[in-house]
């Protein structure tokens, strides 16, 4: 409170950077019916019923974001990890285990360990999926992070390329042995660098999705650096590389969709369905996810209703009248 009574409040902590949305993750898969018993029956996600309906491709929703699956002759593998929010462990622990007989001669695999259930798909990409915590700032099923492991040393110039040239918040974490740029990318999303000793595999060619807000910001920073690799179209384009804001070195090859706020697929509504309908145990009503209340961040009280007491002055008043 302040000397006159009102309610003070940290203001920046409502702020978002300039990137505000991850929207998907696209890896390339050989096997549509393997994608689909993993993403699909076991994660518990659903197939886009709109769009990429054919053998070519299918999208994947996941709350509000997607991964896009088109088949290719090899499969793409991320060099990291991807973090899911998704509510029910004990539901979707059974269905990771229903699937494993359908998925025994490929490197699926999940186990549960420190909070979380860490999955592996059929190709090798490990997905680990969390219950909905403060963590991920209300978000109740969907796509909370990418996190790539990155050379070490780079981590500095990696957060620095994104505060400078995409204006959107970034944070160096050095916590442990392994220090981290956390690059903020939407309302509880991240992309997450962490530096390894590993011998970094080559790149394959997958890439991630973005909304940025300020499109034409970004743009002409890429360009002054020579890194815009595609000029898709008026709402898009495409760069692969991070370079250090200091020096230009290279420090990580990611290949990067970015969009602008009037790209016609911004904001797209998308279906997500209620894995735990069955025709055996069927409830009406209930083939849509609902989300649950999200989970408040330790300390903070709930919205503050200033106008309680207005409000009840005009119901008196109202009231006085018409009884009057």
Same mark, same amino acid.
């Given at each position: ?146 996190? @790539? ?5 780079? !981590?500095? $110039?990696? &957060?620095? /390329?994104?505060? %400078? ?5 970034? #944070? ?66 495409? @760069? ?5 804001? !200091?020096? $230009?070195? &290279?420090? /990580?090859?990611? %290949? ?5 706020? #009037? ?62």
């Amino acid at each position: 409170m302040s000397e006159s009574g009102v309610r003070q409040y940290d203001r920046s902590a409502e702020d978002l950077g300039n990137i505000v949305a991850l929207e998907h993750v696209n890896l390339g898969i050989s096997d549509q019916g393997l994608a689909t018993v993993f993403y699909v029956s076991g994660l518990g996600l659903t197939r886009d019923p709109y769009m990429m309906t054919s053998i070519d491709n299918m999208w994947v929703n996941v709350g509000r974001s997607q991964f896009h699956l088109p088949t290719t002759a090899r499969a793409q593998r991320l060099r990291g990890r991807i973090g899911l929010v998704i509510p029910d462990r004990e539901a979707l622990l059974q269905r990771l285990d229903r699937v494993k007989g359908l998925l025994g001669d490929t490197r699926f695999a999940f186990v549960e360990r420190d909070g979380l259930v860490e999955t592996t798909c059929p190709w090798g990409n490990r997905i680990f999926c969390h219950d909905p915590s403060a963590r991920f700032d209300g978000m109740g099923l969907g796509m909370a992070y990418v996190e @790539f492991d990155v050379p070490r040393g780079s !981590a500095a $110039g990696i &957060a620095g /390329f994104y505060r %400078e040239v995409f204006s959107t918040g970034a #944070r160096v974490e050095t916590a442990g042995d392994a220090p981290a740029a956390h690059v903020s990318v939407g309302i509880g999303q991240e992309l997450v660098f962490r530096e390894s000793d590993a011998a970094p595999e080559p790149y394959d060619g997958h890439h991630i999705q973005v909304y940025v807000a300020n499109f034409s910001g970004p743009h002409r920073g890429l360009v002054e650096r020579g890194l815009v690799t595609e000029e898709s179209n008026r709402h898009q384009y495409r @760069f692969q590389h991070i370079a250090d804001p !200091a020096t $230009g070195k &290279a420090l /990580f090859e990611i %290949e990067h969709e970015v969009r602008s706020l #009037r790209h016609p697929l911004h904001a797209r509504p998308l279906v997500n369905r209620n894995p735990r309908q069955t025709n055996r145990a069927y409830v009406p009503g209930r083939d849509g996810w609902v989300p649950e209340p999200a989970v408040p961040k330790p300390g903070l009280p709930e919205i503050d209703d200033p106008r309680v007491e207005m409000r009840r002055q005009r119901f008196e008043d109202a009231t006085r009248r018409a009884a009057g």
